[in-house]
């Protein structure tokens, strides 16, 4: 290993020198460039090979051609590309052709090196054809659609190659058969070529349209349609084809919510004004409020035809939509706004109004000044939820927002509901404190504190141990703090926030006593001191530090650490720990 490693330093040696010959690295440059690279090439050739460490590598040369490149630049040098530049991206090329070998399933790898390619093309390297053959032979990477349609596009965008884009497609479309995006960018690139050639004036019957990504297809569904056809719109040869798509869609996806929300808007794009003669702002206005009313109309037939949560989503969100657009006129403001409470108010009373959006409903009446109806609403939704934790908060906030009397008797009856719930009631617990801070007295408050341990699932507990450490240190002081911190540091699940909070609060403090910080970093590193090699350094330099220190302890926690941390970490803590010794950490 050691000689391959020796030949591969030794293979540097010409686009180094030439570096240093030129003047854009110094000598001491030229030489730490030698270090990392050794060191670089010892992780590469490890029995275990890590991902990472090619990574590490390859992100380390292309640091270093941005360097020559912005010192070229500096210094208004541009010879010696092909001894250098080159030298270095056939580097790179190879250590990504290594990576991918070995890690032929990691989609972002290939991708980081087409983008590389794409990058770094100098002189007479053609690593972009290259790359992508390789794409277009690997087995694996064959059944990614993403990487089919990036070749396929570079086929027709820089080589014009429409055949060859066609044919890379028809290839994808076997590996993939029913992947929409494939379809849709084959569609697309067909447009395109048909759009070309009769930009080119040439007869029409010679720019037909291979249509098979669209009629052929055996994706069946509504997304598919209105993405073929939101494609075709951009071509303004393609009428026909449009209203073939559009019956479609009205034929086989009769039922279907998006056929009637496409159906709907399509009604603010008919029926402009034609006139070339000046309008007034109030015929403008005007004009809006009959396309929203037409759209309004074929969505309160659309309801009626298909009741049914999505289809009032639908509904409401073209209502939203409306209503947060931009006018000057108040008028069309406030007819947006009641209609989008009416439409809200009527999906409710049919039982269809979706959970998501009784928070958006909510908000729009608190910003109107609709206290009393948003209070209304808040309570409907935790009875027709009353097993949902996220609609009992949001009921609860709207009380607390309008410093409602009935805050407290809301939230017993929310965890009355919500008992059998052993996990998602955190947030609920959370907001219960954090408005007793501020309205109830500390006794109740920490109360609070104390019950919400017993109550959360263990997991959840350390969030309320850790909010409650920190109650403790404001409203009681250290001393208060360290009772809090007493009680609870058996009573696990704890974070390493929990102990680091504590340490910091000593640290605070003017007579810091470092037996105290032993104390908290002892009880962190039993709970945590297989994970977390920082926690060991920081307190090695504690004890290097603290005026009440014992340095001739660290190597005792040295031995410790190497003992205790799992895998990597081991590695990761002697080089921050030598590092540390000789003054750079």
Request: aromatic share 10%; hydrophobic share 35%.
């Amino acid at each position: 290993m050691a000689e391959r490693i020796e030949q591969r330093l030794e293979d540097r040696i010409p686009e180094l020198e030439q570096l240093e010959r030129v003047g854009l690295f110094t000598p001491k440059e030229i030489r730490a460039v030698l270090r990392k690279a050794s060191a670089l090439e010892y992780k590469i050739q490890r029995r275990a090979l890590r991902k990472e460490d090619f990574v590490n590598y390859i992100q380390y040369e292309i640091n270093l051609l941005e360097l020559i490149k912005k010192r070229r630049a500096r210094i208004g040098y541009s010879f010696k590309k092909e001894e250098i530049e080159s030298s270095i991206v056939h580097r790179v090329h190879s250590l990504f052709k290594r990576a991918t070998g070995k890690w032929k399933e990691d989609v972002q790898l290939w991708l980081s090196h087409v983008a590389f390619c794409k990058q770094w093309v100098i002189s007479k390297w053609v690593l972009v054809t290259s790359h992508l053959l390789c794409i277009k032979t690997n087995s694996f990477i064959s059944s990614v659609a993403a990487l089919w349609i990036m070749a396929a596009k570079w086929e027709m965008e820089t080589r014009l190659s429409s055949e060859s884009a066609r044919h890379l497609f028809l290839r994808a479309l076997r590996f993939h058969p029913e992947c929409p995006k494939l379809y849709q960018e084959y569609f697309r690139m067909e447009l395109m070529n048909a759009e070309k050639q009769r930009k080119e004036k040439k007869e029409f019957e010679q720019a037909k349209m291979d249509l098979v990504a669209y009629k052929d297809t055996k994706i069946q569904s509504v997304e598919f349609r209105l993405a073929v056809l939101s494609i075709a719109k951009l071509f303004d040869f393609t009428q026909d084809l449009q209203k073939e798509i559009l019956e479609s869609l009205q034929t086989e996806y009769a039922d279907d919510p998006l056929t009637w929300d496409y159906m709907a808007r399509r009604e603010l794009d008919l029926g402009s004004l034609k006139s070339t003669e000046p309008t007034t702002k109030q015929m403008k206005v005007s004009e809006v409020t009959q396309r929203e009313e037409r759209c309004c109309a074929v969505f309160e037939e659309a309801v009626t035809a298909v009741p049914t949560e999505d289809m009032w989503k639908c509904y409401i969100t073209f209502c939203l939509e409306r209503c947060n657009r931009k006018t000057n006129s108040e008028e069309l403001k406030q007819k947006r706004l009641e209609r989008t409470l009416s439409v809200f108010s009527k999906a409710h009373e049919s039982s269809l109004l979706p959970e998501s959006l009784y928070k958006q409903w909510l908000q729009l009446l608190l910003e109107s000044n609709l206290s009393e109806k948003a209070t209304e609403v808040a309570e409907a939704a935790t009875k027709r939820f009353s097993l949902s934790a996220e609609m009992w908060q949001m009921r609860l906030q709207v009380l607390i927002q309008l410093k409602n009397d009935n805050v407290t008797q809301c939230f017993e009856e929310a965890f009355k509901h919500l008992k059998s719930k052993v996990c998602g009631t955190l947030p609920l617990w959370a907001l219960w404190v954090e408005w007793s801070e501020g309205t109830n007295s500390k006794q109740d408050t920490e109360a609070l504190y104390q019950r919400s341990l017993h109550a959360t699932a263990p997991a959840e507990s350390v969030t309320m141990k850790e909010k409650y450490l920190d109650w403790a240190y404001r409203n009681g002081g250290y001393k208060k703090v360290k009772r809090v911190f007493t009680s609870l540091h058996e009573n696990r699940p704890l974070s390493l926030d929990f102990f680091r909070k504590m340490i910091q609060i000593e640290k605070e403090q003017e007579s810091c006593k470092m037996l105290h910080l032993r104390e908290y970093y002892e009880r962190a590193l039993r709970e945590f001191g297989s994970t977390d090699s920082d926690l060991w350094l920081d307190y090695i330099k504690e004890e290097l530090s603290h005026p009440q220190g014992k340095p001739e302890n660290c190597g005792s926690i040295h031995w410790r650490a190497v003992k205790m941390l799992q895998g990597d970490l081991v590695e990761d803590f002697i080089s921050k720990y030598t590092l540390l010794q000789t003054g750079h950490l």
